[in-house]
């Protein structure tokens, strides 16, 4: 009898332990709230939190590689790391979960089969458009002083802005968007041109607020101009002091038409015949050459000064131009 007395003792203790309620994530008797993955407790499954597509619960990487419209999808992507291949899409390729590692220059978002070798690469766009990872051949100025200005010794030849946003190719007016957009040209679109002479460039390059100059350069105004051809015994003589002719042989140069008069080259300048384009017709390499200064013309918005040298003449002469003409350019320090 006591035996049967027991057992129904424990039959009554273990149904009232069955009926004590737990608490759910919210702290809730008997309460259906549910923690997610991200700490969120609820009872509300539709706001449930997900992985992104490089797996982070919670984390806001818009890469969709599973969806076959987003432009870096791949139907091969199976990690958790981030899409395989980026499709076209210029901004992440896969590392650690996270991290987002930036293609090199050598990326072209045209050709699937540069991204691999292009994701964290090392290789560096300058100025010029030489992409590579080699620092020597950067596009760099030589530094020449004349009197207490400092010139670079080479016409410039860039083809980005400091800021790395690419010239516009101006061979005429329906390249641009809009025809005062800085722009370059090749002469006679032949790259040994660049490599001698450098780029021409409208006056609208110089004039754009991302910089064209090397940083801690600018392009010389009127003023400064006046200076150069003020020390070297004014504007009469100064042109046949700064045109570039054969060591020990001027005034004979193997670039200037002869007669390459009054060139001495005594200032070190080295100006070069470099032509100029007219939106048209490039003209004059090796009689002439044009470089633009920034000072703008206060009666004409479409006019700003130019200062020129002949093969002829011996004379640093100056008068306004077309901002969009085509000239080369020498760039002070500031």
Not at 45 to 72: K, L, M, P, R, S
Not at 140 to 159: A, C, F, M, R, S
Not at 196 to 217: E, K, Q
Request: proline share 3%; glycine share 10%; charged share 25%.
């Amino acid at each position: 009898m006591s035996r049967i007395l027991i057992g129904i003792m424990l039959l009554i203790f273990a149904c009232e332990e069955n009926l004590v309620e737990s608490e759910d994530c919210a702290g809730v008797l008997g309460g259906d709230s549910l923690e997610d993955n991200c700490g969120t407790c609820d009872n509300d499954e539709t706001n449930d939190c997900v992985q992104d597509c490089v797996g982070i619960w919670g984390g806001d990487t818009i890469c969709e590689c599973d969806i076959e419209t987003a432009c870096n999808y791949d139907s091969t992507a199976t990690n958790d790391l981030g899409c395989i291949s980026p499709q076209g899409c210029n901004e992440w390729c896969e590392g650690d979960e996270g991290a987002v590692i930036e293609f090199d220059c050598t990326y072209d978002p045209d050709d699937d089969t540069t991204w691999e070798a292009a994701c964290g690469g090392s290789s560096v766009l300058d100025d010029c458009g030489i992409c590579d990872t080699d620092t020597d051949n950067d596009c760099d100025y030589e530094p020449i002083t004349i009197g207490e200005q400092t010139w670079t010794l080479e016409n410039l030849k860039v083809t980005h802005y400091n800021n790395g946003d690419e010239i516009s190719e101006g061979y005429n007016n329906e390249n641009l968007t809009d025809p005062t957009d800085g722009a370059y040209v090749v002469y006679d679109s032949t790259a040994s041109n660049t490599d001698t002479y450098g780029n021409l460039y409208n006056w609208y390059a110089i004039n754009d607020s991302r910089g064209l100059c090397p940083v801690g350069w600018h392009a010389p105004s009127e003023e400064e101009w006046t200076i150069l051809a003020d020390y070297l015994g004014g504007t009469g003589d100064a042109g046949g002091k700064i045109k570039e002719c054969t060591e020990e042989n001027c005034p004979e140069s193997i670039y200037w038409d002869s007669p390459n008069t009054g060139a001495t080259n005594e200032s070190d300048f080295t100006a070069l015949p470099s032509g100029y384009y007219n939106g048209e017709v490039f003209k004059h390499l090796g009689s002439n050459a044009y470089f633009w200064s920034s000072t703008d013309d206060n009666n004409y918005d479409d006019q700003a000064l130019r200062w020129y040298l002949y093969s002829h003449s011996d004379s640093l002469s100056q008068n306004y131009s077309l901002k969009s003409s085509y000239y080369s350019i020498r760039c002070i320090l500031d």
